[in-house]
């Protein structure tokens, strides 16, 4: 069974930073390209971020380049996000998501910006 | 990739079919052959819970009551017969390469 679990989700202070782990299991993960998805109850569902199997390829929505970083580490079966000065725009539930034809979502991380 | 879903709502009786639309911009017929387009239903205060992946293939434990058909830019999804449980939003993802969403389909029972 494929299972992916977020962690890393807290409240945070407009221009502070936090970091999301999502662990995998259940599929070949090294062989997959992983994303980050963000949903809010006003802008619903965005792809933040995303990276190749091997990490030699990253991409990011433009409202968050250069603040959010991307990585994985296939030996823990892990994908990370490094999110560095945040805004309250950033305030979401956090999802990872498998892109393994099957398309599996995590039960996501809430972060909140806020003073 | 833009995705157009429809309808945004609907209100179904209970043992009726349903049927959802999915539009895309440019083709999901990726060169191995399949659709990369899945639809997945969110229960309120429940992350995504996947129903169909690659345009057509129910995933383990969804009951056959749902159905999936299409290629290329036009996709649906159809409940043979609305059950109370079905109730939530339905939406279609394309994974091409950046993934994107439809808007959802709200279901909810008469």
């Known amino acids: 069974e494929v299972q992916l679990v977020e962690s890393g989700g807290d409240l945070v202070q407009p221009g502070g930073s936090l970091r999301l782990s999502c662990a995998a299991s259940?599929?070949?993960?090294?062989?997959?390209?992983m994303s980050w998805v963000r949903q809010t109850p006003g802008k619903g569902l965005e792809w933040v971020a995303n990276?190749?199997?091997?990490?030699?390829?990253?991409d990011y929505v433009d409202s968050v380049r250069g603040r959010f970083t991307i990585s994985r580490d296939n030996a823990k079966n892990s994908v990370y996000l490094q999110m560095n000065s945040l805004t309250v725009e950033d305030t979401a539930v956090y999802y990872c998501?498998?892109?393994?034809?099957?398309?599996?979502w995590g039960q996501g991380t809430l972060v909140t910006v806020s003073s | 990739i833009v995705m157009t879903q429809s309808p945004l709502s609907l209100a179904v009786t209970p043992g009726e079919p349903a049927s959802i639309s999915c539009r895309s911009s440019?083709?999901?017929?990726?060169?191995?052959?399949?659709?990369?387009l899945n639809w997945y239903l969110q229960k309120p205060g429940q992350s995504p819970q996947l129903l169909i992946y690659?345009?057509?293939n129910r995933a383990s434990g969804v009951p056959d009551r749902f159905s999936a058909s299409g290629s290329g830019t036009d996709f649906t999804l159809k409940i043979s017969r609305v059950e109370a449980e079905d109730v939530g939003v339905y939406f279609c993802?394309?994974?091409?390469?950046?993934?994107?969403f439809g808007g959802g389909t709200k279901v909810e029972i008469k």
């Open positions: 990276i190749k199997e091997d990490g030699s390829e990253k």
């Open positions: 690659l345009a057509s």
């Open positions: 440019q083709s999901l017929l990726y060169r191995d052959g399949y659709n990369y």
């Open positions: 259940g599929f070949m993960f090294s062989a997959f390209w």
């Open positions: 998501v498998a892109q393994n034809g099957h398309g599996n």
């Open positions: 993802m394309q994974a091409i390469h950046r993934l994107t």
